[in-house]
């Protein structure tokens, strides 16, 4: 069965400095991969997905993921943060064999002015 | 530990019949979410509530209903089935000192 980790519980940057939330995957067939944003009291944003092609996948609000197959990671980036970023972020993997997803625990992004 | 439980584990309906899904999220974890994926596709939030009150509300049809009971479990009822209500349903807890979230397993729904 497929798993996810996000490494870290908290990341914590300034504005205007990249940042990196970390997540690797571990799944038998070719990975379908994914991030998603929960801002408070609210349901799972969709922010990007890699499901074949360049490594290097681009999503909403300037967020950006690369997959990396043989360190089995999909961190996800962001060149210049802002305040309004802070929020939970999940990465979920899936298996191209079949529906069944599987999110990480999540990683509490708090970026200060 | 505990986890979310989702029920039941596997279901089939027939079209125009009803189903009902249960989740019983993490104890002391007071609010609920419920995402719809089907096949091949990315999971769709269709509603969540807080403390037994609706707190969100995503893509979810008008022949769905939800509610979260005093124990804080929660059932996503559906009418009128549809082919196309064919999916996993999964939902996830968080509350107390949790603030991420916990998913369930889901229910794999078939309509025939």
């Known amino acids: 069965a497929q798993s996810v980790a996000q490494p870290e519980d908290q990341v914590n940057v300034a504005e205007g400095n990249p940042l990196t939330v970390k997540c690797t995957y571990s799944?038998?067939?070719?990975?379908?991969l994914f991030w998603y944003v929960q801002y408070p009291n609210r349901g799972l944003q969709f922010l990007l997905k890699?499901?074949?092609?360049?490594?290097l996948v681009k999503g909403s609000y300037g967020f950006e993921a690369e997959f990396n197959k043989s360190q089995t990671s999909f961190h996800l980036k962001k060149p210049s943060a802002l305040v309004s970023d802070s929020a939970l972020y999940f990465c979920?993997?899936?298996?191209?064999?079949?529906?069944?997803?599987?999110f990480g625990a999540g990683t509490r992004l708090t970026v200060k002015p | 530990a505990a986890g979310v439980i989702q029920s039941p584990r596997h279901l089939i309906k027939e079209k125009r019949e009803t189903a009902t899904l249960k989740c019983y999220p993490i104890?002391?974890?007071?609010?609920v979410y419920w995402y719809q994926q089907g096949p091949g596709q990315d999971p769709q939030f269709l509603i969540s509530?807080?403390?037994?009150?609706?707190?969100d509300k995503g893509s979810i049809p008008d022949r769905f209903s939800a509610q979260q009971f005093s124990d804080y479990h929660s059932e996503l009822n559906m009418s009128s089935l549809e082919l196309g209500d064919s999916a996993l349903y999964f939902c996830?807890?968080?509350?107390?000192?949790?603030?991420?979230?916990?998913f369930g397993s889901g229910t794999q729904l078939s309509v025939l």
């Open positions: 996830a807890s968080s509350g107390g000192t949790d603030e991420k979230l916990f």
């Open positions: 799944v038998s067939g070719n990975p379908y």
């Open positions: 890699y499901i074949t092609g360049d490594n």
């Open positions: 979920a993997v899936r298996d191209s064999r079949n529906n069944d997803m599987r």
């Open positions: 104890p002391r974890h007071d609010t």
């Open positions: 509530f807080y403390e037994k009150m609706q707190s």
